[in-house]
């Protein structure tokens, strides 16, 4: 079948990957501009970009995805199906409307739970037991499309979202054939989706601020939901730390306040306590409880900022 494919983070890459070696015929990627990152402003290319050029795949990488130079690309391209995973922008009637087969998304929850672009994370954050994939048959609206397959996962207490969401991308790349073999062979039909919808907003820096009066359970659901970024952080005389791995015990204590250093560090919460195991003061790399304490004369009994 002939494909362009849609996408531009690393979640993509499995499903792209998966396509090759399925013997379809991947004729473009579409993927996001490059961006300028770190302190040196060093440009940097999106990694389904540079999977494509490894693989002689044409890229394109549209500032407006309206522009009709681009649409005309597309077009002269004749796609009999588009596959979108993770590009990051909503694609515009012309586009859909352009493939023979539709627009196919590769979406990280259990439609209609988390609509948007951030389900895997908040899918932990809120403390599911179970997420999964979702690919459907794509319409204007933001992942309203019908129903093709769904599979679920079960999240785990030492899932964070970096962990999930490579299970996730793996399960997406699987299922993604499986939904193209259906189609080709005419036994998917495209269900509308069911149930109350939920939605999953994208996350700014200043998201992972943490609030030591929620229980641990929700704290300890909130560092594994922000992990790797943008991070779950506080401040501890003024210095700013983020906090990667923690685990919940048992006992009480007051919110925010420092309850045990040395061999463990101890935080309260407004219900139950948190045992901070990893952490990474700002400026440096990420280092273990015992040795941050082992570089300051924290006492107990003192509260973070």
């Known amino acids: 079948m002939r494909i362009i494919f849609f996408g531009t983070p690393a979640f993509a890459i499995p499903s792209l990957t998966a396509l090759l070696h399925s013997g379809e015929e991947v004729l473009a990627?579409?993927?996001?501009?490059?961006?300028?990152?770190?302190?040196?402003r060093v440009s940097s290319s999106p990694p389904v970009k540079e999977l494509a050029i490894d693989k002689g795949i044409k890229v394109l990488q549209p500032i407006n995805i309206k522009d009709p130079l681009f649409l005309g690309d597309l077009s002269n391209i004749m796609p009999e199906l588009i596959v979108v995973v993770a590009y990051g922008k909503i694609l515009p009637a012309q586009i859909l409307k352009l493939p023979s087969h539709g627009c196919i998304n590769v979406h990280a929850s259990l439609l209609p739970k988390y609509r948007g672009a951030a389900p895997i994370q908040w899918a932990i954050i809120n403390g599911d037991k179970k997420t999964g994939?979702?690919?459907?048959?794509?319409?204007?609206?933001?992942?309203?499309?019908?129903?093709?397959?769904?599979?679920?996962?079960?999240?785990?207490?030492?899932?964070?979202?970096?962990?999930?969401c490579k299970r996730l991308a793996e399960l997406g790349a699987s299922m993604l054939v499986k939904t193209i073999k259906g189609i080709k062979d005419g036994?998917?039909?495209?269900?509308?989706?069911?149930?109350?919808?939920?939605?999953?907003?994208?996350?700014?820096?200043?998201?992972?601020?943490?609030?030591?009066?929620?229980?641990?359970?929700e704290?300890?659901?909130?560092?594994?939901?922000?992990?790797?970024?943008?991070?779950?952080?506080?401040?501890?005389?003024?210095?700013?730390?983020?906090?990667?791995?923690?685990?919940?015990?048992?006992?009480?204590?007051?919110?925010?306040?420092?309850?045990?250093?040395?061999?463990?560090?101890?935080?309260?919460t407004g219900e139950g306590l948190i045992l901070i195991i990893e952490l990474q003061p700002e400026g440096k790399k990420p280092m273990s409880a015992k040795a941050f304490l082992q570089g300051?004369?924290?006492?107990?009994?003192a509260f973070f900022d």
């Open 133 to 164: 994939i979702t690919t459907m048959l794509m319409d204007e609206g933001l992942d309203t499309g019908n129903i093709l397959l769904q599979e679920e996962t079960e999240i785990h207490d030492d899932d964070n979202a970096e962990i999930l």
């Open 219 to 268: 704290i300890f659901n909130f560092i594994r939901g922000m992990y790797p970024w943008p991070c779950a952080y506080c401040y501890l005389n003024k210095e700013r730390i983020k906090i990667t791995r923690a685990k919940v015990l048992e006992g009480t204590g007051s919110p925010g306040r420092i309850e045990k250093t040395g061999e463990k560090f101890i935080a309260g």
């Open 296 to 301: 300051r004369r924290l006492k107990e009994g």
């Open 187 to 217: 036994f998917i039909k495209p269900t509308p989706q069911a149930g109350t919808p939920s939605y999953a907003p994208t996350f700014k820096k200043g998201d992972g601020r943490l609030n030591w009066s929620m229980t641990a359970r």
């Open 29 to 40: 990627v579409v993927t996001q501009p490059d961006k300028r990152k770190g302190r040196g």
